[in-house]
């Protein structure tokens, strides 16, 4: 079984400065990793997703994440945030097999003030 | 694009009632997952489908069932509504984990 923990629950950032979103997973297999965006009063959309090779990869909105198997972490960035950006941000894990639900952290709500 | 329609935006009904949530997908997928929604818990798995008239429970089915009938359809169903059972109800469907998932706009669900 798959745990994903989200190691802040809000993260308040000034406009235009860089975030970091902290995400640590466990897993006793090899797992996709995700992270989804969820705007006020709308469902989830996928920011991006990390299934194989190079270990950074680039989304949606100028978000990145780098997987670090080592340290079972898949930490989201921005180098500069608008005020846009303001929306909960949730991780998720995959095992790769079956139907591979979706096991997601508790999620992080960003805040960004002008 | 997959688009999945949830029915309701916005429920309220009474504890004790039977409550139907339905979710319709427009692109063939196999996969569908009926997710609840709680500020400080993320999406917890209720149910989900990998196949017509296939269904298998999730990390917290208890008071709720499923149905599905037609491939494109997912119904959730909470047999006797209970006030701890208001939250937000998300509908995803999946053609496979490498895609991920694409999700509903969620219902709202109060129960009083």
């Known amino acids: 079984a798959q745990s994903v923990t989200q190691l802040d629950s809000q993260v308040p950032v000034f406009e235009e400065a860089p975030v970091e979103l902290r995400c640590n997973y466990s897993?006793?297999?090899?797992?996709?990793l995700f992270w989804y965006v969820q705007y006020p009063n709308q469902g989830l959309q996928l920011l991006l997703k990390?299934?194989?090779?190079?270990?950074l990869v680039k989304g949606i909105n100028g978000f990145e994440a780098e997987f670090n198997k080592s340290q079972t972490s898949f930490h989201l960035r921005k180098p500069s945030v608008h005020i846009s950006d303001t929306a909960e941000y949730f991780c998720?894990?995959?095992?790769?097999?079956?139907?591979?639900?979706?096991?997601f952290g508790q999620g992080t709500r960003l805040t960004i003030n002008p | 694009d997959v688009k999945v329609t949830q029915s309701s935006r916005y429920l309220v009904k009474r504890t004790g009632e039977k409550v139907f949530l339905e979710c319709v997908q427009d692109?063939?997928?196999?996969?569908m997952f009926w997710y609840r929604q709680d500020p400080g818990l993320g999406l917890r798995l209720i149910y989900f489908?990998?196949?017509?008239?296939?269904?298998e429970k999730g990390d917290i089915p208890e008071g709720y069932s499923v149905s599905r009938e037609k491939k494109e359809r997912f119904s959730l169903i909470l047999e006797s509504a209970s006030t701890n059972q208001t939250s937000m109800y998300l509908c995803?469907?999946?053609?496979?984990?490498?895609?991920?998932?694409?999700f509903g706009s969620g219902t709202r669900l109060t129960v009083v």
């Open positions: 995803a469907s999946s053609l496979g984990g490498r895609v991920g998932y694409t």
């Open positions: 897993s006793s297999v090899s797992v996709y």
């Open positions: 990390y299934l194989s090779g190079s270990t």
């Open positions: 998720a894990v995959s095992d790769l097999q079956g139907a591979q639900k979706l096991v």
């Open positions: 692109m063939d997928h196999e996969n």
């Open positions: 489908s990998y196949d017509v008239k296939m269904k």
